[in-house]
């Protein structure tokens, strides 16, 4: 499956920015599918998650200010992300996981930057 990610830029802290992954094919057929973030000198993790039955899974720095959705009609997963914060400045990176459990697939869209300013 071939993932592009797209809606990156930069806002104040504070502010509001809508990150999408468009998926090639059905994403109905794909158990899961997450969002991971880089920062300057440091490892990719995982963000938030959302399983074909829409469980969700979001990391403790952005629990209640992200939110994680799944739109299978566009084959399309949402993230938005509200009260940003400097620290939330970052790559970010779709990511695809056909079977089994948990997050973390082969599969990687290209990354989109998002900046945030104090």
């Known amino acids: 499956v071939q993932l592009q990610a797209f809606g990156g830029g930069s806002v104040q802290a504070g502010g509001s920015l809508r990150l999408s992954c468009a998926a090639s094919r059905r994403i109905t057929s794909i158990n899961a599918i997450a969002w991971y973030r880089q920062g300057p000198g440091s490892r990719r993790l995982l963000v938030a998650g959302i399983t074909a039955d829409g469980s969700t899974n979001y990391a403790a720095s952005v629990k209640g200010r992200f939110t994680i959705s799944r739109d299978n009609a566009k084959n399309m997963v949402v993230l938005q992300m509200n009260s940003l914060k400097p620290e939330d400045t970052a790559v970010y990176y779709c990511?695809?996981?056909?079977?089994?459990?948990?997050?973390?697939?082969?599969?990687w869209g290209q990354g989109t930057l998002v900046t945030v300013s104090s």
């Open positions: 990511n695809a996981k056909e079977g089994g459990t948990g997050w973390g697939g082969p599969w």
